[in-house]
């Protein structure tokens, strides 16, 4: 087996989007700290939406990436949650994997907080292989050949192996 396709974890973002409900956005914050035990990072706008009264600046949202092993120690708990079934839509074409989930308190080891309330979460999970620096380095970036690049049966397989996952057609 060549060491250089094995895939791994590169990283799982949290998200709480909130729009410009500053209160939600208040929750959010302190659910993703609630999780992770990290302080969440807060997102802004960059578009004006008059529509949607949104305006450049204007924080709409806060998120959260972990990294090696507490990334993967926290996605066997956001699995759980979810009791390890995704679909098929659940992966894309990159490899990568993203899934909501709808209430906190099922997640294992997390209580219902009432200052939170009930509140939901997007986890997306980013997978690559050794040899993915090269799109990321400063000098001589490159393009991961696509003989190199994790496909969606590929994704599913690791999910399947790693994490014990059931992956049907609708969930």
């Known amino acids: 087996m ?3 396709r094995n895939i791994r974890i590169e990283k799982i973002t949290l998200n709480v989007g909130a729009g410009k409900d500053q209160t939600k956005l208040e929750k959010g914050i302190k659910l993703l700290k609630n999780i992770t035990g990290i302080e ?6 960059n578009k004006r939406i008059p529509a949607w009264g ?36 659940q992966f894309d074409d990159g490899g990568n994997v993203a899934f909501g989930i709808h209430e906190y308190i099922d997640i294992p080891g997390v209580s219902y907080s009432p200052e939170i309330g009930i509140m939901g979460l ?11 620096r090269i799109r990321r380095r400063k000098l001589c970036s490159r ?5 190199h690049r994790i ?21």
């Not at 450049?56 to 066997?76: E, F, N, S, V, W």
């Not at 997007?122 to 993915?132: A, D, I, K, N, Q």
């Not at 393009?143 to 003989?147: A, E, F, G, Q």
């Open 54 to 89: 949104l305006r450049p600046g204007l924080p709409i949202g806060c998120k959260i990436t972990l990294r090696k092993d507490p990334a993967k120690k926290l996605l066997m708990r956001l699995l759980e949650s979810r009791s390890n079934l995704l679909t098929l839509k």
């Open 151 to 171: 496909t969606k049966e590929e994704a599913m397989e690791f999910m399947r192996k790693e994490f014990n996952v059931k992956i049907g057609e609708e969930a």
């Open 143 to 147: 393009k991961i050949p696509s003989k």
């Open 2 to 4: 060549n060491l250089m």
């Open 122 to 132: 997007e986890v997306c999970v980013t997978l690559e292989r050794p040899g993915f």
């Open 40 to 45: 969440p990072l807060k997102t802004f706008t």
